[in-house]
Nanobody, 114 residues
């Protein structure tokens, strides 16, 4: 399984970005899709996760601002990020879990700065 994350960049505080994670196999192969992030000097943390049933959960720090989604036709997972804050600056990774294994994308850098 290969994952290709994209959509990162530089944005001003209050701005928006949309991340996308393309998978090489059907999304229905996975039990969950998630976005993690790792800021400089910090541990990687869970941002949002969505199950194949469509149930989503978010870190408290992003609730109400970020939305995770999946497109079963395009086999992609998305993360819409609104009202971005400087503390959202990090490398964002997508991750998928199957019944047998876990797969990580290569990461995309999001920088929130004026």
């Amino acid at each position: 399984v290969q994952l290709q994350a994209s959509g990162g960049g530089l944005v001003q505080p209050g701005g928006s970005l949309r991340l996308s994670c393309a998978t090489s196999t059907s999304i229905f192969s996975f039990t969950s899709l998630a976005w993690y992030r790792q800021a400089p000097g910090k541990q990687r943390e869970l941002v949002a996760v969505i199950s194949t049933g469509g149930t989503s959960n978010y870190a408290d720090s992003v609730k109400g601002r970020f939305t995770i989604s999946r497109d079963t036709a395009k086999n992609t997972a998305g993360l819409q990020m609104n009202n971005l804050k400087p503390e959202d600056t990090a490398v964002y990774y997508c991750k998928v879990d199957s019944t047998l294994s876990t797969y990580w994308g290569q990461g995309t850098l999001v920088t929130v700065s004026s």
